[in-house]
């Protein structure tokens, strides 16, 4: 095999290999940003979960008093007063 050659094969593998070293490091970068959205997610979810449940159990409950169908208001407490301007 003429030393040429082998010179230009060792140098495109040298060429490959830093390639493949970039590419790696490339794809672990993603992978955890990939991750990172994963999580973002599911907390983003959790939230918008408790959210709901906090402004249903917060919404007035319909009821009946003498047969007739009212809408019960919780009992406010002092933390909770609306103020009108």
Do not use: F
Not at 13 to 37: F, G, N, P, T
Not at 56 to 85: E, F, K, W, Y
């Amino acid at each position: 095999m003429s030393p040429e050659l082998l010179e230009r094969i060792t140098t495109r593998r040298a060429e490959l290999d830093e390639l493949q070293k970039q590419l790696a490091k490339q794809l672990a970068e993603i992978r955890a940003e990939r991750d990172k959205l994963a999580v973002a997610q599911r907390v983003l979810e959790r939230m918008s979960e408790q959210l709901a449940d906090e402004r249903a159990s917060a919404a007035p409950a319909p009821g009946q008093v003498g047969g007739r169908a009212v809408m019960l208001i919780p009992h406010r407490t002092a933390g909770n007063d609306v103020h009108d301007p």
